[in-house]
Nanobody
Framework: QVQLVESGGGLVQAGASLRLSCAVS????????MAWFRQAPGKEREYVAG???????YYATDVQGRFTISRENTKNTAWLQMNMLKPEDTAVYYC??????????????????WGQGTQVTVSA
């Protein structure tokens, strides 16, 4: 059974940075596409960033230039480095895995496995 565990969330002030981690176990991490989504209260879950097995990357427009997604296959881990955080970045952040591996899907239903989420709160 594939499991994803996120960590690194917290409460920070606007302009600060956070680094989220997603540790994957029970599968073949190196073959997966990985992505981060987020969900704010009362809103739909939205795509933030993705990285495929060839390290192609894609970012949502409103995080482009501030967030960086990366992965290390030897550690079965993906990260989301978030800089210049804004109050509107406040949400629960979820890590997701697509076993297909080559595509960079931006729709949640394309992903096969999900973590439990980690809260990120950015105060003004």
């Amino acid at each position: 059974q594939v499991q994803l565990v996120e960590s690194g969330g917290g409460l920070v002030q606007a302009g600060a940075s956070l680094r989220l981690s997603c540790a994957v176990s029970g599968g073949t991490f190196s073959t997966y596409s990985m992505a981060w989504f987020r969900q704010a209260p009362g809103k739909e879950r939205e795509y933030v960033a993705g990285i495929n097995r060839n390290e192609g990357r894609y970012y949502a427009t409103d995080v482009q230039g501030r967030f960086t997604i990366s992965r290390e296959n030897t550690k079965n881990t993906a990260w989301l480095q978030m800089n210049m955080l804004k109050p509107e970045d406040t949400a629960v952040y979820y890590c997701a895995a697509d076993v297909g591996g080559s595509a960079l899907h931006y729709k949640a239903h394309e992903y096969d496995y999900w973590g439990q989420g980690t809260q990120v709160t950015v105060s003004a």
